[in-house]
Nanobody
Framework: QVQLVESGGGLVQAGGSLRLSCAAS?????MGWFRQAPGKEREFVGS????????YYADSVKGRFTISRDNVKNTLYLQMNSLKPEDTAVYYC??????????????????WGQGTQVTVSS
């Protein structure tokens, strides 16, 4: 069982930046970030394969967000720049068990963090 703990969320003005981190208690494989805004369904943000050479992003964040990972530290990151009010949500990291590849589907992930709130004011 792998535990994931997110950090780095907070309140920021539109146009600002935040860096989220997700610390894993053990080795992880493919990982991803998802978010859920109030009254909306959870949506895919970005994902990264174990080798970190393959990444995918939702169209809504492409060019503004960057996902990366440090496999030595078992930590996943999400650098968020040029934040917009519509980025306001609880952000969750997720990890796949025993699968090196990445996925845009939340159902493909086995472990989830508790989430961290990101609020972007206009």
């Amino acid at each position: 069982q792998v535990q994931l703990v997110e950090s780095g969320g907070g309140l920021v003005q539109a146009g600002g930046s935040l860096r989220l981190s997700c610390a894993a208690s053990g080795r992880t494989y493919g990982m991803g970030w998802f978010r859920q805004a109030p009254g909306k369904e959870r949506e895919f943000v970005g994902s990264i394969a174990w080798s970190a050479g393959i990444t995918y992003y939702a169209d809504s964040v492409k060019g503004r967000f960057t996902i990366s990972r440090d496999n030595v530290k078992n930590t996943l990151y999400l650098q968020m720049n040029s934040l917009k009010p519509e980025d306001t949500a609880v952000y969750y990291c997720a990890a796949r068990r025993g699968t090196f590849g990445t996925s845009r589907q939340g159902s493909d992930y086995d472990y989830w963090g508790q989430g961290t709130q990101v609020t972007v004011s206009s």
